[in-house]
Each structure stands twice: as structure tokens, then as C-alpha cells.
């Protein structure tokens, strides 16, 4: 008695799907929130969440909340925010 095949894979190998690029995420961060990174980052203020040594999680935990955002869609946004010096990378770990 032989053994069926195995049932064929739902997607693509990564190499022929089409890869998300960063502006795609930026894009859909402002279709999701109708606001730029600059933008969320005025409204992060308003809304107390924002400071200069605020983590990514906080970020990102707002980001879910307030307009059910992902992760990587939260990190897109937070590494706008780490490209223009509003907020800090986190120091590295000493061993």
C-alpha cells in the first residue's frame, strides 16, 4: 500500500511571491489610520503615549488599540520615527 502524496502547498515558494516592500507598509499604515508616521506621532503626543525614550512596544500597543495595527505595520512606523531622531534605539544589552 503506497502512501498518498502530500496535499499541495497554499502559497508560493517566497522566491516567486511578491515581497512587501517598506513604503507598501507605509502606505498601508496611512489607508488603515488616514496618517502619516509624521502625523501618528502628533497624535501619539495628544494622547500622552509619545516621549523620546519611549520603547517600540509602547508604540506598538498604541498602534493596536487605537487603530488595530499590526506589528509590522507598528514597526514601520517605528522605524520612521528612529530614522528622523524622535526616539532612541535601545542601548545594547551589556554581557
Known sequence: MQRAPPPPT???PLSLRA???FQAYLDAVRAKTGMTPEQLKTAA???G???PGMTATTLLDWLAKEFALGRGHG???WAVWKSKGWVAAPAAKKK
Open 10 to 12: 497554499l502559497r508560493a
Open 19 to 21: 515581497r512587501v516592500t
Open 45 to 47: 503626543t495628544k494622547a
Open 75 to 77: 514597526m514601520s512606523v
Open 49 to 51: 503615549v509619545y516621549s
